[in-house]
């Protein structure tokens, strides 16, 4: 049983987010389910403790009563037996913004990563803000060196543009034309996609937050506002 995904644009704590993250902690079981938070993205800089410290302030403002940040900053903790278990046991795992290219590499061929797809495939919800959205995914564009590199594929064909409203608009173009087929989402601050719709064979995907989702297939863009319904496989 493949579990749901959260994709989020970025500025994930703030007050515009109860929405989408009380859907997704009701999607993995309700208040009292474990939740694991991530905030490996924002060690480069420092700001992991930070990070840690707002998602649990945030989730138990929330109504959430089991919140675990794991401290995953780096290659070796991320092989960490007792993290690796604990993320093996989570219904809810939250990454939160900062750095996809360290993200990525970080959790790449780790033991905390199988841990992570295997909850996924038993029915776990994973959820990603900005960074975390964006490894999440098929492909990410990383800004800084310009490339275009692989996630973790949870999300095929796919790559999250998150900060839309902001600057992620600007690597449409340069991603369409490395990868023509492509399906793009920008995803806007504050906002979010969850694929929490019941559409049988077919994925159906809910905005959520203060912003819009704007979808872009072969260049062409597509908008959709909160509360709208998107119907796609993405393929």
Known sequence: ????????????????????????????GGWNTPISVLPTAAAPDGRYQNAGSQAVHWFR????TRIEVLPINDKKSADD???????????????????????????????????ILEAYH?????????AGAMVLCQYFFEPMARQILPGFNLLPNTCVLPHHNQFGAGWVERLT???????????????????????????????????????????????????????????
Not at 13 to 23: C, I, K, L, Y
Not at 196 to 209: A, E
Request: proline content about 3%.
């Open 1 to 28: 049983m493949i579990g749901h995904l959260l994709l989020a644009g970025g500025d994930e704590f703030s007050g515009h987010m109860v929405q989408p993250d009380a859907q997704a902690i009701a999607l993995a």
């Open 61 to 64: 403002n929330l109504g959430a």
């Open 81 to 115: 037996p007792w993290m690796a278990n604990y993320i093996r046991t989570s219904r809810f795992i939250y990454f939160t913004d900062g750095f996809a290219s360290y993200l990525y590499h970080a959790l790449k061929d780790s033991s905390c990563l199988d841990s």
């Open 122 to 130: 038993r029915g776990a919800v994973i959820a990603g803000s900005g």
């Open 177 to 235: 034309q490395h990868i023509p087929g492509l399906v793009i989402l920008g995803i806007d601050e504050q906002t979010a996609l969850i694929d929490d719709g019941d559409g049988g064979k077919k994925i159906h995907w809910n905005v959520y937050g203060q912003g819009g989702v704007t979808l872009y297939r072969h260049g062409v863009p597509v908008r959709y506002n909160v509360g709208q319904r998107l119907i796609d496989t993405f393929k």
